[in-house]
């Protein structure tokens, strides 16, 4: 993977990729969740970057995309768009974990032409048929509640609730140790309350994938997907022996779900 770098006004983004010689290879874009950075997705990197051409990125406000002066999913999405427009990249298949998933939402939202597939991994839908009123003011009441906690014991239940396996776990415990509890706290309770602040209706015309750890016990998650498929009729896979962070957790049955998937496109 080739590291690089592009700025905005709001700050410097980092991003990977591993391009392939055959200009017709489809274009996987891995993006991880809140807190997480660009190593979540690094067993998908080995599968697919064979065969693909595939880009990840610390997102706006992670790991080494900092400081970043104002996140928002709609300043995330431009700026993914911005990536892409500079590697001459028009279509992409799309997998989003987390907050990933939002962020490619959105970008579906302002940019629906340029998705081959989308595929959320652990992430909620857009829409606000989804959520009640409850749902959302407790989303913008995280903040105050990771400052309630000891520095130490936040990070081991972040970690500890996300992952399911000892490699996911010290993935996640890893990209945690980026943070000042400060800057922890401040960037969680940003990227749920911008969640309830920018959600909306939206129309996905592309393929769409869904693949939910068995194990996800990170607020409603699981309820909310099994919701998505119903309303959508989108395919929805458990994935064993997986927590939050599933495709690290299983990887093997994630990627040969997303490789089965984009078969199929």
Not at 152 to 172: D, F, G, K
């Amino acid at each position: 993977m080739t590291g690089k770098t592009l700025s905005s006004r709001y700050g410097t983004v980092h991003y990977w990729i591993s391009r392939r010689e055959n200009p017709d290879a489809a274009c996987i874009v891995f993006l991880h969740g809140l807190t997480a950075d660009h190593t979540l997705f690094d067993r998908q990197v080995d599968c697919f970057a064979r065969d693909y051409t595939v880009l990840t990125w610390d997102a706006p406000a992670h790991g080494k995309s900092r400081p970043y002066a104002r996140f928002t999913y709609a300043h995330a999405a431009d700026m993914l768009r911005a990536i892409l427009h500079a590697e001459h990249i028009d279509r992409c298949i799309f997998a989003g974990q987390s907050m990933g998933g939002y962020v490619i939402q959105m970008l579906l939202k302002r940019y629906p032409q340029i998705a081959q597939a989308f595929i959320g991994i652990d992430t909620c839908p857009f829409g606000m048929g989804y959520y009640s009123n409850s749902d959302l003011w407790w989303v913008e009441q995280m903040e105050p509640m990771c400052r309630m906690f000891p520095d130490a014991v936040l990070r081991e239940s972040i970690a500890r609730s996300c992952t399911r396996t000892p490699y996911a776990y010290h993935n996640m415990h890893a990209a945690l140790s980026h943070y000042g509890k400060d800057e922890l706290c401040s960037l969680l309770g940003t990227g749920y309350r911008q969640f309830a602040r920018e959600l909306c209706d939206i129309h996905i015309s592309c393929p769409v994938l869904l693949l939910v750890g068995e194990h996800d016990i990170t607020g409603k998650v699981r309820q909310y997907n099994f919701a998505w498929q119903a309303r959508e009729g989108y395919p929805l896979h458990l994935i064993p022996n997986a927590a939050h962070n599933s495709n690290a957790d299983n990887s093997a049955r994630c990627n040969q779900l997303i490789r089965n998937f984009i078969h199929s496109l």
